[in-house]
């Protein structure tokens, strides 16, 4: 199976890094190609350089699609003639619809066909977002698909992707919670104990370092003592902060006064995800 990847940026580029690591796609299998081909020239040694996006279209049962949503309504249309007729498509842009990806590697036909009741040129397309926990194997990376994509193509994707993290399918209208959750979470959790950490340094001479590495340490061995012993947040709580004791002073605090700046982050971040979307499907119009 041959896997392809347009972009060479940060996303094609951590992609096509892992695929060839992991010993999951060997140097013939895996295809680039990407607007500025001077950026992957040390990626010859591990990965077959296409001189274009339709070469390596002919050639990619599976074809990643590391785009900016401005480019990808351009490259949908130069790709649609030269991909294989079972080829699955796989958008890295979470902010594009499936009907209008759908729609840009449609000929002029497909509005007439669609209008007169067929179903127009069927191209099996999943739309993916990493996160950049990637980085560690550690990714939650989502995953949605449309409809004409098989159990098969599922089970190809996912056996690539695991090779990152977890795999996390949801349907499309979730994808945009689904990624505050997983994609912009490590920034939100890092500016909370940013917060903290600066917090706690006017009470202490600690140096810094040693204050976040503290902080960073029980994080993650809270988040691994939830998960190995089934415990929720309360349960965290309850364990820690008896009652009338030093803790509960703490969580008092955080209950009390969190609650309304998490509600306005997701009210921010939402709205924004929604310009974020209309600007993106607007290209498609
Ligand atoms: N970055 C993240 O953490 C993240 C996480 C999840 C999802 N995403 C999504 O992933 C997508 C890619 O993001 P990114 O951060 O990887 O962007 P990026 O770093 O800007 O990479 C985009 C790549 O596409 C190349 N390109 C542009 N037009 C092209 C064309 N016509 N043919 C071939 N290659 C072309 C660019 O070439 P040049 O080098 O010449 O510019 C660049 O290498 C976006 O839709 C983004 O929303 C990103």
Redesign the pocket.
Known sequence: MNVGI???????KMLAEKFSASGLVDRESLLL????PE?MKDAKKWATLCKS?TELAASSDIVFL????F?LK??LE?IRDSLKEDALLVS????VSFKNLEKSLSDASYEAEEASGKNPAPHKIAKV????TAEVDRSQTLICYNDHVTSSDKGNLKRLLICMGNVIELPEEELGMGSELV?CMPGFIASVFDVIVKASEEHTKIPHDQVVRMVLQTMIATGELMLSKDMSFEDVVTRVATPGGITEEGTKVVYEQFPKTAQVLFEKTLLKRKLTAEKAQAQFE
């Open positions: 347009i972009g060479f940026g940060s996303m094609g190609s990407s607007r500025s950026k996006n590391c785009l900016r949503p480019d351009g490259v130069e890295l842009n979470g902010s977002i990493p996160s950049v994609s």
